[in-house]
């Protein structure tokens, strides 16, 4: 075990210091498991939609979750989040905070 422990409220920069309408690739991630299940209020739905829809970095990684949950629908499973998916959403994270410029 490593000493980093992170504080509870971990600092969200806002990408580009843009209007506070458009979601940060961090936060689009966050909601990603809400935005394809379905579970987001329309209005935050629309704004993760539009990032990634614009974003590169997140494209693929939607694209991912997507296709697992339509597999998922089809087998006519309840989509668990189960840890595997955490792990990745987790490394996404990671892996989008290293490539900040
Ligand atoms: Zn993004």
């Known amino acids: 075990m490593t000493n980093d422990e992170q504080p509870p409220g971990d600092a969200v920069s806002p990408e580009g210091g843009g209007t506070s309408d458009e979601l940060s690739c961090e936060e689009a991630a966050r909601n990603v498991f809400e935005y394809l299940d379905g579970e987001l209020p329309p209005d935050?739905?629309?704004?993760?939609?539009?990032?990634?829809?614009?974003?590169?970095r997140c494209y693929p990684y939607f694209n991912f979750e997507r296709a697992f949950l339509d597999y998922v629908h089809d087998r006519g499973?309840?989509?668990?989040?189960?840890?595997?998916?955490?792990?990745?959403?987790?490394?996404?994270?990671?892996?989008?905070?290293?490539?900040?410029?």
Request: hydrophobic share 30%.
């Open 44 to 56: 935050r739905s629309e704004k993760v939609h539009r990032h990634v829809e614009m974003c590169r």
């Open 77 to 101: 499973m309840r989509p668990a989040r189960s840890a595997e998916l955490e792990e990745r959403l987790n490394r996404l994270l990671k892996d989008l905070e290293e490539r900040e410029p």
